[in-house]
């Protein structure tokens, strides 16, 4: 079992950043896999980045690359997604997610999940 906690989360000016963390406890971090999704109000969850177990592969989504970036500290059990030139339309509740054997775009197949933060983005 997994528990997964998100911070960093706020409200920021249109152009600022921030760096979303996720703290992992209950099995060994570098055992599953770390995705970040996010879900605007009446939108469907969206992918925005994940990071294979030992670091090495990551894969970002379209709507926000070059933009963010995925990272994680197995020593820490941590995983962190850092957000830079921040847009109003990247405001939503962002969420981790973890997988011990998938390492993909899809929400329905990530086994473990955090609470969410939110971020919101003014103009």
């Known amino acids: 079992q997994v528990q997964l906690v998100e911070s960093g989360g706020g409200l920021v000016q249109a152009g600022d950043s921030l760096r979303l963390s996720c703290v992992a406890s209950?099995?060994?971090?570098?055992?599953?896999?770390i995705a970040w999704f996010r879900q605007a109000p009446g939108k469907e969850r969206e992918f925005v980045a994940v990071?294979?177990?030992?670091?090495?592969?990551?894969s970002i989504g379209q709507a926000v690359e070059g933009r963010f970036t995925i990272a994680r500290d197995n020593a820490k059990n941590a995983g962190y997604l850092q957000m830079n030139s921040l847009k109003p339309e990247d405001t939503a509740d962002y969420y981790c997610?973890?997988?011990?054997?998938?390492?993909?775009?899809?929400?329905?197949?990530?086994?473990?999940w955090g609470q969410g933060t939110q971020v919101t983005v003014s103009s």
């Open positions: 990071i294979s177990k030992g670091g090495a592969a990551t």
């Open positions: 209950g099995r060994t971090s570098g055992s599953y896999h």
């Open positions: 997610a973890a997988d011990v054997n998938y390492l993909g775009r899809s929400p329905r197949e990530y086994t473990y």
